[in-house]
């Protein structure tokens, strides 16, 4: 079971290889001329001013958070989804593995129509 | 090939056989992706030439076909900048991180009955998993480059992504629930079953009639989730110039570059895999195979370039409005019609 995930765990550590092997090469193989202009953050050609780390949007917070619940959902929803097949098959099974969900998804909707309400989604 | 493996097996041993055969499949397997990869900003660039009345690359090799290759020895020539404000580390690993998980999703796509490198049971939450981690390297590049543009575009392009995120997961939920199954393999199989398939029309049973509003919300939010056009705000050129990766150059831009074009790939075949029956034949009398799925996924791309070269970029506002008050209550409703539709003597799904 667990050896099937053996080539995945050596392919994410390929795939990160593989990305830092083309920028060994560009470092070994291209010029290397720094000076400060050159050096200094892209702005237009002007001089940078401020920091660049600067104050942003609120609503991109909010949109992290909304994110985070919905994502669990999904999460939750997964298992269920691949098991329903199983409970329509099953008489006594039948209702009670939609209703359930439906239960917990109304929750969420709830949620959903109460932040859609509030103008969290709106980007105006 | 299994006789001729049982010497060399004998020779390295069994623990150090394993790790150099996955090794060598998995070179097996990148090798002619990062030839797609190539090939499809040389197809891109040719067919909205072509689209636009133009003629796209012609000079380099015949037709142009080497000028994939010399692009790439021009950006090895080229020097990498790191700004003087920038986290270095951070810096190097933000390309690193978007090209990465591109390519280690790679690792559960099958695509032909027993030709995949781990058939794992969980196979689509490893593809979620591992394809959300795509966000991280591009907020550490905007992050690190200590750039105002490459903050502006970085914080654009996530928030963009994590929310068509949110339409991709429940536009899955409907998958998986007509295949009883986490399992790539299981999900293609499910397809080739139902009355259309014994009548010798199998494209008419795969998941794409019966959840098409899952599917189009699949597709769009596939193009959003790769940033491209008319979704690509991120690097918007006339605002922000290139977004997330303004300060990158040379090979360190290059990887990039290879990340989005990777996860187009990468995006499509799922598609192809999820809605469109993977390695299936949509037809009776023709045999099933690898083609088909490779058809398939070039298809899938065909449209990501006329969505380039067709669609004006979308306002952030209104990328923002479609993710979250269009395909989600889509999806929401979509789910509900399925799970009641599957417990009614209509079901398709028995």
């Known amino acids: 079971m667990l050896e099937n995930y053996f080539p995945v765990l050596m392919f994410v550590l390929v795939g990160v290889g593989?990305?830092?092997?083309?920028?060994?090469?560009?470092?070994?193989?291209?010029?290397?001329?720094?000076?400060?202009?050159?050096?200094?953050?892209?702005?237009?050609?002007?001089?940078?001013?401020?920091?660049?780390?600067?104050?942003?949007?609120?609503?991109?917070y909010l949109i992290a958070i909304i994110f985070i619940l919905f994502d669990l959902e999904i999460a939750f929803l997964f298992p269920w989804a691949a098991v329903l097949g199983e409970f329509a098959g099953n008489e006594s099974l039948r209702f009670f593995g939609f209703f359930e969900m439906l239960v917990f998804l109304g929750i969420l909707i709830l949620g959903y129509i109460w932040v859609w309400k509030k103008g969290a989604l709106d980007w105006e | 090939m299994d006789a001729l493996l049982q010497p060399v097996q004998q020779l390295l041993g069994p623990t150090l056989f394993t790790l150099v055969w996955t090794l060598v499949k998995i070179v097996v397997l990148?090798?002619?992706?990062?030839?797609?990869?190539?090939?499809?900003?040389?197809?891109?660039?040719?067919?909205?030439?072509?689209?636009?009345?133009?003629?796209?690359?012609?000079?380099?090799?015949?037709?142009?076909?080497?000028?994939?290759?010399?692009?790439?020895?021009?950006?090895?020539?080229?020097?990498?900048?790191?700004p003087s404000g920038a986290n270095k580390g951070l810096f190097i690993l933000g390309p690193v991180l978007a090209l990465g998980p591109a390519?280690?999703?790679?690792?559960?796509?099958?695509?032909?009955?027993?030709?995949?490198?781990?058939?794992?049971?969980?196979?689509?939450?490893?593809?979620?998993?591992?394809?959300?981690?795509?966000?991280?390297?591009?907020?550490?590049?905007?992050?690190?480059?200590?750039?105002?543009?490459?903050?502006?575009?970085?914080?654009?392009?996530?928030?963009?992504?994590?929310?068509?995120?949110?339409a991709m997961g429940f536009a899955l939920v409907g998958v998986l629930m007509v295949s009883h199954s986490l399992n790539l393999v299981e999900i293609v199989n499910g397809q080739a079953k139902g009355w259309a398939a014994s009548q010798g029309l199998g494209f008419l049973?795969?998941?794409?009639?019966?959840?098409?509003?899952?599917?189009?919300?699949?597709?769009?939010?596939?193009?959003?989730?790769?940033?491209?056009?008319?979704?690509?705000?991120a690097e918007g050129e006339s605002e922000i110039v290139a977004g997330f990766h303004v300060e990158y150059g040379g090979m360190a831009f290059a990887v990039f570059f290879l990340a989005e074009y990777a996860n187009m790939i990468l995006v499509a075949a799922l598609t192809s895999l999820f809605f469109l029956g993977g390695w299936l034949s949509p037809v009776g009398f023709l045999p099933d195979g690898m083609l088909?799925?490779?058809?398939?996924?070039?298809?899938?791309?065909?449209?990501?370039?006329?969505?380039?070269?067709?669609?004006p970029r979308y306002r952030y506002d209104q990328i923002m409005r479609l993710g979250w008050k269009v395909l989600l209550p889509v999806t929401l409703v979509w789910l509900l019609v399925l799970g009641a539709w599957m417990l009614s003597p209509f079901s398709i799904w028995k």
Request: proline share 7%; aromatic share 16%.
């Open chain 1, 18 to 60: 593989f990305g830092f092997v083309p920028m060994i090469a560009g470092w070994l193989l291209g010029p290397s001329k720094p000076d400060p202009e050159k050096l200094s953050p892209y702005e237009c050609g002007f001089e940078a001013f401020e920091d660049a780390r600067m104050k942003f949007d609120v609503r991109y």
């Open chain 2, 30 to 82: 990148l090798a002619p992706l990062m030839i797609c990869v190539a090939y499809l900003t040389y197809a891109e660039r040719k067919i909205i030439g072509y689209m636009q009345v133009r003629l796209g690359p012609n000079r380099v090799g015949p037709k142009g076909w080497l000028q994939p290759i010399a692009d790439a020895v021009k950006l090895m020539f080229k020097e990498i900048i790191i």
């Open chain 2, 103 to 166: 390519l280690a999703a790679w690792a559960v796509i099958p695509f032909a009955p027993g030709i995949v490198l781990a058939n794992v049971d969980a196979s689509v939450l490893y593809v979620m998993a591992i394809a959300s981690m795509g966000v991280y390297g591009i907020i550490l590049a905007g992050w690190s480059s200590n750039s105002k543009y490459a903050m502006l575009g970085a914080m654009r392009s996530a928030a963009q992504i994590i929310s068509y995120e949110v």
């Open chain 2, 205 to 233: 049973s795969w998941n794409w009639l019966p959840l098409f509003p899952m599917f189009m919300v699949y597709l769009i939010s596939t193009v959003a989730e790769t940033n491209r056009a008319p979704f690509d705000v």
């Open chain 2, 292 to 311: 088909w799925l490779v058809a398939k996924a070039a298809f899938i791309l065909f449209f990501f370039l006329w969505f380039r070269a067709t669609f």
